[in-house]
């Protein structure tokens, strides 16, 4: 029994979809077959099939740790929690 199948388009930079292209490919994969596995993936697990996060901290971040680096009070060392917990809490 043949499986009835729909079209879907998808917009890609180019060079994302050659390098992914290149990627199945080496797996015996084409395009649509790896997003099918995609889909079944996401379907299989409720959400999607991998961890979604961002790769580095953002601005507030950086600016807490540009602020904690000039901090003098904060460079250790200590020579007590109760020394720690004061500077952290100045």
Do not use: W
């Not at 797996?27 to 099918?36: F, P």
């Amino acid at each position: 029994m043949q499986t009835q199948k729909s079209n879907l388009t998808i917009r890609i930079e180019p060079e994302l979809k050659k390098e992914a292209s290149a990627l199945f490919r080496s797996l015996g994969l084409d395009l649509s077959t790896a997003t099918g596995i995609f889909y079944r993936q996401a379907l299989r697990c409720h959400g999607l099939p991998f961890e979604v996060k961002l790769d580095e901290p953002n601005e507030i971040t950086y600016k807490a740790m540009d602020d904690a680096e000039n901090d003098r009070d904060m460079h250790g060392p200590y020579n007590s929690v109760k020394e720690l917990m004061e500077a952290l809490n100045a």
